[in-house]
DNA sequence: ATGCTTTAAGACTATTTTAGTCTTAAAAAG
DNA sequence: CTTTTTAAGACTAAAATAGTCTTAAAGCAT
């Protein structure tokens, strides 16, 4: 039951282009790499899923990089979870019914179905706005 | 983000006992391995977890095997969850401040920290006795 | 006592996932 | 057309998960 690093990393550059956000300033990997404290290859693997969910905006050359794609409050903890590493599963069975054989009317399968719920809409409630403010 | 086979097959199992709870009866991992349809040594190292964190008892010999140790409404999700996989950390951070050197004050691991609580008491919400009744 | 049956413990192995690198291509700016 | 920057994806290393196997120990039954 745990984040990846990818995502505790993902939140933690999100954070810092969010609270450095003077008049849209345009970061690039590198530089976020090392203010980050983030291997620079795996950040580019990072920053490209989150440009591919409309999180971030990512430009190319000279004077490229990236900034954010809509206002900290709109981006949540859920939104970059999912960017990055998929929905959140739980367990198999709730993502992929054929997964188990005993899955149909499953009673454990319909409560580990709520907790996943809770979970998610839990992870709504807080954004980036919810840090840097 | 999500708990593993281990665990899956850990309430299955105690699902099945506690349901079949009829005067104490006691089953062998062989028979649970068959009933459940669980590899059979790979149960026995989850019986094992399960006795050894008070939430079955297990005896040796002819007449032995495994019965709960507590009531079924006393078993909660979270309490199978912690026996079978240890505690749920959401972020190694949280549960080891020397994880990361931004860790002081880090306002990201307040809220993951809050998820975590959340999640820990969602889980305790729901025991066996919910699934069996 | 001594088999027989059952769990305990832990070393071992295989598979999958996570974490991260590297190389080549493509876009944009000057 | 060269430089700078990201994109994409193949590749690799390390760790976790999933599972097996072997040896020991405990309890019952004769
Ligand atoms: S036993 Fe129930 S909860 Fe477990 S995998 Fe099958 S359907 Fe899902
Ligand atoms: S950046 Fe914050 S949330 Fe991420 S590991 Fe460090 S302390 Fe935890």
Redesign the pocket.
Known sequence: M?I????D?ALKVLVYIASENNKNKI??????SKLCD?????L??I??AL??ENILV?????????KLQKKPEDISFYDVIKAV?GDITINDCLVDKNFCNSSYGCRIQSILEKVRQNLISDLKKYSLEDIIS
């Open positions: 745990k990846t690093r990818a995502c990393y970061f690039m990997r590198n530089e976020l983030i291997p620079d290859s795996f580019g693997k920053l490209q440009a591919r990512s430009e190319r050359g000279k004077k490229g990089g990236f590493e």
